[in-house]
């Protein structure tokens, strides 16, 4: 059996798995849930990932990962080249912590999930939504140019490699692109995941170059 992710092309989260796949030169199959169709909630993949959500990550004995961060930490622990993690605990800290502006208080924010509560509990239509999700990934954009403001890119967020803060910022910028927000506004922001999206492992990762993604944008 060969290493298999659960993913969907325009999830931010399979994003985030995708690119520290390519990163590592791991080679895999991935499997395309419509999480918009409620693929999520099939008994089968329920199985697989109790959470309801992607990515899961399915390894060749059938072991299974879920939480995108957790998965990068344990790739990282298993293929330690090219290391998406530094040694140093303060700057491990600040990498996790620059992963969790998105993964843990901006990302969870814009989920199909909460969409859907807001439209179905509170009567938010579409466009409603999408001012929503905009709201906080601005915030978040905000808060990472604050950031690489105190401490600039040197050109990655840690240093002279990519790692696992700019998978999730890079993360976090497709998002920004995929509902029409200007980056100009964050200028520091900006400059480190035009950077970043040079590096073919997050561009070839990118939601609009996924099977299934709209053709008329891949
Ligand atoms: N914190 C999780 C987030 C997982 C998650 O919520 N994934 C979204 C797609 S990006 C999903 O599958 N959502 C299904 C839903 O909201 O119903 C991670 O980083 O893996």
Redesign the pocket.
Known sequence: MTLRMYG?WR????YRLRVALSLKGIAYEEVSLD?LAGN?FTPEFDAINAA????ALVEEDGHIL????AILEYLDETHPAPALMPTDPRERAYARALALVT?ADT??LM???VRKYLAETFGADEAAVADWIRTWIGKGMGTYERLLERRPAAPYALGATPGIADICIAGHAMSAELFGMDLTPYPAFQALTQRLFALDAFASAHALRQPGAPAKSR
């Open positions: 969907f999830s931010i989260a399979s999480i999520q309801h959500a992607v990515p879920f939480q995108s961060l993964v990302h969870p989920v199909p999930r």
